[in-house]
């Protein structure tokens, strides 16, 4: 992919880790990642009739096909036992964290980019803050739902498509959530992005990746992602997310900490919004539209109150909207996101058919 550059080279693929669909088996302890014991064979996940935790029908910790939602604690030791010794279907993320890093090649150019590189830790500091609070207020987790993988067999750069959203915690409770076996579900639509299969690493992409947050739609464009993954899903390492905010999806964003400013005024004028004055702000690095990069002027107040084209023009917006929303202001923001996570159990809804707000 064009957006990782070679800094990520050391990320380990467990190559060495070699198996073939269709092993002799006994437990789904007996097979590779991604596969379930079945009738004394390794078969693909997600392709037994079964539970939610992928444990097939004969597996002998006695776990039924509907234990993944049965008890109603969704206890830190897993109530649905994924199987005792693991098999995962989903991947919570227990960190998704916007880094200042220079990790990527956003724009395509050969070179690393992170507008955020340059940002005012202070300012960091609340984007870091406001994104956490946006992502996980009322239970809520990031995850990516696994259970379609194919056997990691399959040859090396095969697409397959996974589906990542927000989910609900069931237990309520966020002091389990980095312990592998949490029952989660939905909050809403999961999102389509492909993934490249290889044994014990992922690699995704799409165009736009749309979390449904209450302060609006969290939208990351240009979504590039690479991380190494534990057999049996148990855990997500070394993560790393390519993306960039586009123009439009930042001025749809406001915060509870600022209401009369929306996030893209908190970056291009962050002084003025802060109150700490000397802090300046940052301007798209990323030319989507290949016109050339384009300006967002702010009043002494901090509110963006004009966009420049690529090529120097004012944009004059129709009457009852604000520039960012003109279809010629389309240019983004570069950033990356360092990603971990553990394995859990992806059910349809929480135990008495919550499924988060």
Known sequence: MRHLIPVLTGFVLLGALQWSCGDECQYDRDCPPFEVCHEGACR??????????????????????????????????????????????????????????????????????????????????????????AVHRWNRVLAVDLGGLPDPATPEGQDVVV??????????????????????????????FTVSVSTGALVGEADRMVFNIDDGDFVLSGFEFTATVAPWLESLSDGVLCFYFAIPDLYGLTTDSYPDYTVLDALV????????????????????????LETLIADEDGHVVQCLDGDGSTVVPEEGHHCAEHPGIVDGFSGTFLVAGVGAVMAASCPGGDSGP
């Open 44 to 133: 693909p996940l997600g392709s037994i009739d079964g539970g939610a935790d992928g444990d097939s029908d004969t597996d002998t910790d006695a776990d039924s096909d509907t234990d993944s939602d049965s008890d109603t604690d969704a206890d830190t030791d897993s109530d649905s036992d994924a199987d005792a010794e693991g098999q995962y279907t989903a991947l919570s993320l227990t960190q998704f964290e916007l880094t200042g890093e220079l990790l990527c090649d956003v724009s395509g150019d050969g070179l690393p980019d992170n507008v955020f590189a340059d940002l005012d830790p202070t300012i960091m500091a609340f984007l870091r803050s406001w994104i956490d609070d």
């Open 163 to 192: 589906t990542m959203g927000t989910a609900t915690d069931c237990d309520g409770d966020p002091s389990d959530n980095t312990s592998p076996g949490e029952l989660i579900a939905p909050t809403g639509d999961m999102i389509d």
């Open 269 to 292: 004028a962050p002084g003025a919004v802060s109150g700490l004055t000397w802090i300046t702000g940052l301007q798209p690095d990323v030319d989507v539209d290949g016109d050339g």
